[in-house]
């Protein structure tokens, strides 16, 4: 590393990206602070950021706080700092998640935020002030394999971030750094407590930073309310067991809140926005021994047909799988053991030990 060398730093005014930005000035770095504005505007619990993290405890996130923080940060360090308005950017972001609940499917937005938004937006600042590196707090690794850069799991398997990354341009990672990817949390939270940092004790942030509260259904209704037709509920076998509220409701391996009163255990197994249609089943039913995934991306090379592990959402544990191309963006994913609520819409990521091979966007899952 060049003393002095420019790395523009995406900064939340959580922990994460503080003690990275922390880290790389320690080392010796010119770093840039980035703050994206979403232009949401969410309500923001109160927190005593001098004391622990409540456990569990979530936060939203990209609020007028978390710039202030941010702001603070690097006034600490003393570095520049910058606010970037990414409403419209981030607001594409919201309609497609609106729109994939409507189609049936349960969609995962931060992998698109970071692969259309996050990186991209910050890629661009760094060609504008002459920065070749970008960071983020994210728990991921860059490391270098056989003479090129691959995305590898994080340090701490508990917080690793690789699987929300699989979107990146593989070109990406030769400038992209991950300061904390080698950390765990407890680390983590111990440098910014070193740093003096006023967010060492901030809480994390919300798994989906637009909806705090976990109400997905509030953010679809307020962009697609024809989304909300009533629709029958079916088992297996088209029976009518009941009425759905509303599509957006539901997700694939759901229990509570289908408001069935089936004498057992049942989840919902299936969606299906054409008929507007949710099918129930009990667990057995939810099996799946092979998924089809388009839309794919892969950061290495790979053969038509592989083995590799295969992550079907954030907090699977992947499992040992067969990789079968089927056209250019194609795949077709064969499970040695099925694998439970394989979910329309969700990530498919494949994993050959640390290393992230690729993955795509799960169109369907079936039992053979």
Same mark, same amino acid.
């Given at each position: ?11 939340? =005014?959580?922990?994460?990206? +503080?003690?990275? !930005?922390?880290?790389?000035? *320690?080392?010796?770095? @010119?770093?840039?602070?980035? /703050? ?38 690097? =006034?600490?360090?003393?570095? +520049?700092?910058? !606010?970037?308005?990414?409403? *419209?950017?981030?607001? @594409?972001?919201?309609?497609? /998640? ?38 983020? =707090? ?20 508990s917080k690793d971030q690789s699987y929300a990354l699989f979107g990146l341009e593989p070109e990406m990672l030769e400038r992209v750094m991950f300061p904390v ?9 111990a440098a910014a407590a070193r740093f003096n940092l006023p967010v060492a004790g901030k809480p994390d942030s919300a798994e989906i930073c637009f909806a705090p ?156």
């Amino acid at each position: 590393m060049a003393v002095g060398e420019k790395v523009v730093i995406a900064m939340s =005014g959580g922990v994460d990206s +503080s003690v990275s !930005a922390c880290l790389l000035h *320690e080392q010796g770095y @010119e770093v840039v602070g980035l /703050f994206m504005r979403s232009g949401t505007q969410m309500p923001e619990p109160a927190c005593n950021t001098d004391a622990g993290t409540p456990p569990g405890a979530r936060r939203p996130c990209c609020g007028a706080s978390d710039a202030a923080d941010a702001r603070s940060v690097a =006034g600490m360090l003393g570095i +520049s700092f910058y !606010a970037l308005n990414c409403q *419209e950017s981030f607001d @594409e972001i919201i309609n497609y /998640f609106a729109d994939e609940y409507a189609r049936g499917r349960t969609p995962n937005p931060c992998i698109i935020c970071n692969a259309k938004l996050k990186f991209g937006t910050l890629l661009d600042y760094a060609d504008a002030v002459g920065a070749r590196s970008v960071a983020t =707090g994210h728990y991921a690794r860059v490391e270098t394999r056989e003479g090129r850069k691959v995305l590898c799991r994080s340090a701490d398997r508990s917080k690793d971030q690789s699987y929300a990354l699989f979107g990146l341009e593989p070109e990406m990672l030769e400038r992209v750094m991950f300061p904390v990817g080698g950390l765990s949390k407890p680390e983590v939270r111990a440098a910014a407590a070193r740093f003096n940092l006023p967010v060492a004790g901030k809480p994390d942030s919300a798994e989906i930073c637009f909806a705090p509260d976990r109400d997905y259904a509030q953010v679809v209704r307020q962009r697609r309310p024809d989304a909300f037709a009533a629709g029958r509920v079916v088992d297996g076998s088209g029976n009518v067991m009941g009425q759905h509220r509303g599509l957006p409701h539901y997700t694939i391996g759901q229990r509570r809140g289908l408001g069935i009163a089936a004498g057992r255990p049942i989840y919902v197994t299936g969606i299906d926005a054409e008929s507007n249609t949710v099918t129930v089943g009990d667990a057995d039913a939810l099996l799946c021994a092979v998924l089809e995934a388009d839309r794919t991306r892969f950061l290495v090379d790979t053969p038509e047909t592989f083995r590799a592990n295969a992550k079907i959402r954030y907090l699977h544990r992947d499992a040992p799988a067969t990789i079968e191309r089927t056209s250019a963006c194609t795949v077709r994913v064969t499970f040695d053991q099925p694998q439970r609520a394989v979910t329309p819409g969700q990530a498919v990521v494949f994993y050959d030990r640390d290393v992230v091979l690729g993955g795509g966007w799960i169109v369907r899952g079936c039992k053979a």
